[in-house]
């Protein structure tokens, strides 16, 4: 089997690496962006499985995936997802991935989600008790919501008050209030989780 695996990450490339290697039989291309995986798709005519890291910085989002799917539609395609969201894993499904799988996996568990992956079935693994916990982005103000937007845009808390009409202390305050309810660490990760998760 042959994989095409699109992450900046090496820790990821290296779970792989050593995922792959007890069979023998299974070769990794690893790329880090979507240009370098749209032209090893058209020159690697032996594709087994095009795995993404969804974490991916420039990626893009679900267009970029819907895209790189299109290009070879012979080969299932993976999601790697750092934060679990269902709306989002359907929402990629329905723009045709095959599986949406956690980013962080036991060897073992990677390698059965890879399993299943080449079957004829759609596969979503999240992780244990990930449904039953509350959806943060329910909590989100309408205020908070746009701010979020916009962090996710990349300004800053100045462009963001001066957006808004508002002052930056209001901004922050709002800021703390978001990276609190998604628990995230900080404002580089309240952004992750809200692509992750379609907020944005």
Request: hydrophobic residues 45%; positive net charge.
């Amino acid at each position: 089997m042959t994989i095409l695996l699109v992450t900046e990450d090496h820790a990821i490339q290296r779970r792989f690496t050593s995922v792959l290697k007890p069979g023998g039989d299974a070769r990794l291309h690893a790329c880090a962006t979507v240009q370098e995986a749209e032209t090893l798709l058209r020159s690697q005519p032996g594709l087994h499985m095009l795995v993404i890291d969804f974490g991916t910085p420039g990626l893009g989002g679900l267009r970029a995936i819907t895209r790189l799917s299109k290009a070879r539609s012979d080969v299932p395609v993976v999601l790697l997802m750092h934060t679990p969201s269902l709306t989002v894993a359907r929402q990629a499904l329905r723009l045709g991935v095959t599986a949406c799988i956690p980013a962080v996996l036991t060897n073992a568990d990677l390698k059965a989600a890879l399993h299943l992956a080449k079957g004829q079935s759609d596969l979503i693994v999240l992780p244990h008790g990930s449904l039953t916990s509350a959806g943060a982005e329910n909590l989100l103000s309408r205020r908070e919501a746009q701010i979020l937007a916009l962090l996710c845009d990349g300004q800053q808390n100045k462009e963001i008050a001066h957006t808004f009409g508002i002052q930056e202390v209001t901004v922050k305050m709002h800021m703390r209030s978001v990276i609190r309810k998604l628990g995230a660490r900080n404002r580089t990760h309240a952004a992750m989780i809200a692509r992750d998760r379609g907020l944005v």
